[in-house]
């Protein structure tokens, strides 16, 4: 069973800025692609940003130039610095391999952006 464990959400206000981070075991994160989801109450779950092996970076058109995705293989973690949040950006995040793998779902981070 592989556990990508995801933490740093929370609540914050429109304008504000949270990190999210997400504990990949070694082989994952060195071997793959790597990105983070969201799924927001009602919508199905989309790719927010991607992180190819190698260098490059990839972001959805709703969070470009606010977002930013890092991997960190010294510290086998994947990180999202979400910046200028808007209520839209509400969601459960989740980080996976890109392309994602049904089998390496994790439990995913709650972030609500509200006055």
């Known amino acids: 069973q592989v556990q990508l464990v995801e933490s740093g959400g929370g609540l914050v206000q429109p304008g504000g800025s949270l990190r999210l981070s997400c504990v990949t075991p070694?082989?994952?994160?060195?071997?793959?692609?790597m990105g983070w989801y969201r799924q927001a109450p009602g919508k199905t779950r989309e790719l927010v940003a991607s992180?190819?092996?190698?260098?490059?970076?990839n972001y959805a058109d709703s969070v470009k130039g606010r977002f930013a995705i890092l991997a960190d293989t010294s510290e086998n973690t994947v990180y999202l610095q979400m910046n200028n949040l808007k209520p839209e950006d509400t969601a459960i995040y989740y980080c996976?391999?890109?392309?994602?793998?049904?089998?390496?779902w994790g439990q995913g981070t709650q972030v609500t952006v509200s006055s």
């Open positions: 996976n391999v890109y392309p994602s793998r049904d089998d390496y």
């Open positions: 070694a082989t994952i994160i060195s071997r793959n692609h």
């Open positions: 992180f190819i092996n190698g260098g490059g970076t």
